[in-house]
């Protein structure tokens, strides 16, 4: 998950396997070549859960169209990614910059519904 402000300088763990840009982390380890990103018009839709402003994306296409209304999106754009870690931390970085808010790439296979939930359940509230 991406999460907190982006206007600051995003920095590498030591491992090198995560991208902290002031309290939010990207993990670098997912390896897509395709992300599906839920638009609302031209901005990226945003859900907030807990306080945390989020768009969640997903590598599979359907995984979105499925459940739309409840993303608040009304399309789903495909963004090619060419799969180096920089290209994919520039384009994470630039859709959370968008909308001001983190990045949750869903699991392949689990619904929306799931995701939401789970993202409910899990995050502390934050005011």
């Known amino acids: 998950m991406l ?3 982006l206007k600051k300088k995003c920095r590498r ?6 991208l902290k840009c002031g ?12 992300f599906f990103v839920p638009y609302t018009g031209k901005k990226p839709a945003l ?3 807990n306080g945390h402003r989020l768009v969640i994306l997903a590598e599979e296409k359907d995984i979105l169209e499925d459940d739309l ?3 608040g999106a009304d399309r789903v754009k495909k963004v090619k990614v060419a799969g180096s870690e920089s290209e994919q931390e ?31 359940s899990e995050l502390p509230w934050f005011q």
């Open 90 to 120: 520039q384009m994470l970085g630039k859709i959370a910059r968008q909308v001001d808010g983190g990045i949750v790439i869903a699991p392949s296979g689990i619904g929306i519904r799931d995701v939401l939930k789970n993202l409910e």
């Open 69 to 71: 209304e409840l993303l």
């Open 3 to 5: 999460g907190g402000s």
């Open 47 to 49: 859900v907030n859960i």
């Open 23 to 34: 309290t939010r982390v990207v993990n670098l380890e997912v390896r897509m070549n395709n």
């Open 13 to 18: 763990n030591r491992a090198g396997s995560e």
